[in-house]
């Protein structure tokens, strides 16, 4: 049962609001703050200097690392939007220096023992929307009213713009920038420009791949890659293979190649996104 618990009945974490609802078998760093309505239920650990704003709900299992700041009116950790879930035990998982702002929802996974993870130091924009069993690496920034559903997997520095939904299952690459509005509903490929409906690969992320320190030989090499994929009049497959043999010590290279292999080996993905042409 949930209990009131204030600043006077709980010295341990002395940074509670007296109006939060934090379930007692929550477990709060004592740098813990939590602002006025907020609710923590039962199987929640949140650790050192997390900042949690007012009229947040927080339900369990959920582990929330260090430096967290959520604002006002996010909800993190209730049941996945999935018919299939049946109750199962299952978590959110969010790691250290997270920013997640105004009205963000975070599901839990659907099958048991699964998780609904974020990394560290992302950014999380007003109104976006994690399903469940979502992955989102390190480093990301996600704008306001994005939707994510089930099952995608976002990695480390990727940039999504505003006002646009992706399908799930669909992986969405290192460093790769996504217009807004955009429609995503198949693979979006390390370090490449995406936008439109349908959606479209427009160019290589530059501004990002430097913004990185990604080297002048690097980026020349990521180029040559890049008219090889998509302007030229060698198949995707046959390009794959070359670029196998370019890879060399370019550990961007590999990733890509790796990327591209695994999104064209069939299951539940449709390939990566085409290129403008």
């Given at each position: 049962?949930?209990?009131?618990?204030?600043?006077?009945?709980?010295p341990k974490?002395?940074?509670?609001?007296?109006?939060?609802v934090?379930h007692?078998d929550?477990?709060?760093?004592?740098?813990?703050?939590?602002?006025?309505?907020?609710?923590?239920?039962?199987?929640v650990?949140?650790?050192?200097q997390?900042?949690?704003?007012?009229?947040?709900?927080?339900?369990?299992?959920?582990?929330?690392?260090?430096?967290?700041?959520?604002?006002?009116?996010?909800?993190?950790g209730?049941?996945?939007?999935?018919?299939?879930?049946?109750?199962?035990m299952?978590?959110v998982?969010?790691?250290?220096?997270?920013?997640?702002?105004?009205?963000?929802?975070?599901?839990?996974?659907?099958?048991?023992?699964k998780?609904t993870?974020?990394?560290?130091?992302?950014?999380?924009?007003?109104?976006?929307?994690?399903?469940?069993?979502?992955?989102?690496?390190?480093?990301?920034?996600?704008?306001?009213?994005?939707?994510?559903?089930?099952?995608?997997?976002?990695?480390?520095?990727?940039?999504?713009?505003?006002?646009?939904?992706?399908?799930?299952?669909?992986?969405?690459?290192k460093?790769?920038?996504?217009g807004?509005?955009?429609?995503?509903?198949?693979?979006?490929?390390?370090?490449?420009?995406?936008?439109?409906n349908?959606?479209?690969?427009?160019?290589?992320?530059?501004i990002?791949?430097k913004?990185?320190?990604?080297?002048?030989?690097e980026?020349?090499?990521?180029?040559?890659?890049?008219?090889?994929l998509?302007n030229?009049?060698t198949t995707?497959k046959?390009?794959?293979?070359?670029?196998?043999?370019?890879?060399?010590n370019?550990?961007?290279?590999?990733?890509?190649?790796?990327?591209?292999?695994?999104?064209?080996?069939?299951?539940?993905r449709?390939?990566?996104?085409?290129?403008?042409?």
């Amino acid at each position: 049962m949930l209990t009131n618990l204030s600043t006077e009945e709980s010295p341990k974490i002395p940074l509670i609001h007296p109006t939060a609802v934090i379930h007692p078998d929550a477990e709060l760093h004592p740098t813990v703050q939590v602002g006025p309505y907020s609710v923590i239920g039962n199987h929640v650990k949140i650790r050192a200097q997390t900042v949690i704003s007012a009229h947040v709900v927080i339900e369990g299992p959920t582990e929330i690392g260090i430096g967290n700041r959520i604002f006002p009116g996010a909800v993190i950790g209730l049941e996945p939007q999935d018919l299939k879930y049946k109750g199962e035990m299952t978590q959110v998982k969010i790691g250290d220096y997270n920013q997640i702002r105004e009205y963000v929802t975070i599901n839990q996974a659907t099958n048991e023992s699964k998780i609904t993870y974020i990394g560290n130091h992302n950014l999380l924009m007003a109104y976006v929307h994690v399903a469940h069993d979502c992955v989102i690496e390190d480093e990301v920034i996600i704008s306001n009213s994005v939707a994510l559903a089930g099952h995608i997997h976002i990695e480390s520095q990727a940039k999504i713009s505003g006002v646009l939904g992706v399908h799930q299952f669909v992986h969405i690459g290192k460093l790769a920038m996504v217009g807004g509005m955009t429609r995503i509903e198949r693979d979006v490929p390390p370090y490449m420009m995406v936008e439109g409906n349908p959606s479209r690969i427009r160019s290589l992320n530059l501004i990002g791949l430097k913004r990185a320190g990604l080297s002048e030989e690097e980026i020349k090499q990521l180029k040559d890659v890049y008219r090889l994929l998509y302007n030229s009049s060698t198949t995707f497959k046959e390009a794959l293979a070359q670029i196998d043999t370019l890879c060399g010590n370019n550990q961007y290279l590999r990733h890509l190649h790796q990327f591209l292999t695994n999104s064209i080996s069939g299951g539940k993905r449709r390939g990566p996104i085409p290129s403008k042409g």
